[in-house]
């Protein structure tokens, strides 16, 4: 990634930041809020959540079992997401959008692992910072701890067998993954509150154009940022990359030989 790509980045970072801290207030935001959801969609997505998370429980089980020194590295993917999706960025539609951050837990661990981190990093959000709701935890991870997961998965294994560079599959995982969420957060609000005129249909897209203005460019930033984490993994964790090269098999067979971007 050369000094010009990284000067911009950092001006849109700071550009985002800037934003959030002297705008933090939102009407609609991307973590749905506790209570908004009428209680039977608000069961069904929670019913919906449950394999999903046994199915990550299992995985997460079994990779620190045979390998206790990935735990940290587990750890910082899970404090990955919670700080990239604990930024709330206002857009002038009134609406907010954010950052996931699942699609590097997902590269590193699949999206099983990445639905029990999502569900975690969502209940220390609703319990520390009023952002979603525990009842609405089953909308809010199954958008962003399942959907943004297994699409950054699909996306990333996909590029990687079609023989793209390492970069790019990185950041066309976390771009689609963040992406994805956001459209499924606007079908489940269309599901929940139809439109008086176009019913669900409407309603979607009407959900959708509110979050696009900030969620499209956001999700491109979050997909420069995680290839540049994925170069500082590369130069520092060496040790826990390999290990995890042997334990995903093709998933990061060319994670060794460094991401450029």
Request: charged residues 10%.
């Amino acid at each position: 990634m050369g000094l010009r790509t990284m000067k911009n980045f950092g001006l849109l970072i700071a550009y985002i930041m800037s934003v959030y801290i002297l705008f933090p207030d939102n009407a609609y935001a991307m973590h749905i809020m506790e209570g908004f959801l009428p209680f039977n969609w608000a069961a069904f997505w929670w019913i919906a959540m449950i394999p999903f998370v046994i199915a990550g429980v299992r995985s997460i089980k079994k990779t620190v079992t045979l390998y206790p020194n990935l735990k940290m590295l587990l750890g910082m993917a899970g404090a990955f997401a919670f700080v990239l999706s604990a930024l709330k960025i206002p857009s002038v539609t009134g609406s907010s959008s954010h950052p996931t951050g699942v699609g590097l837990g997902t590269i590193l661990f699949g999206p099983t692992a990445m639905t029990v981190l999502g569900m975690i990093v969502l209940i220390f959000q609703a319990l520390l910072l009023a952002h979603g709701g525990i009842t609405t935890l089953g909308a809010n991870t199954f958008s962003m701890g399942i959907v943004g997961p297994f699409v950054s998965y699909g996306i990333y294994k996909g590029l990687k067998k079609l023989g793209a560079p390492q970069w790019l599959s990185i950041f066309m995982a976390a771009t689609l993954g963040n992406l994805m969420t956001y459209v499924t957060t606007s079908i489940q609000l269309g599901l929940a509150f139809p439109a008086a005129s176009g019913g669900v249909t409407a309603a979607i897209l009407k959900f959708m154009g509110i979050f696009a203005f900030t969620q499209v460019p956001l999700a491109i930033s979050e997909g420069l940022l995680t290839v540049m984490v994925f170069n500082i993994l590369t130069a520092y964790s060496q040790k826990e990359l390999q290990i995890l090269t042997a334990f995903t098999g093709k998933t990061l067979s060319s994670i060794k030989r460094g991401v450029k971007a």
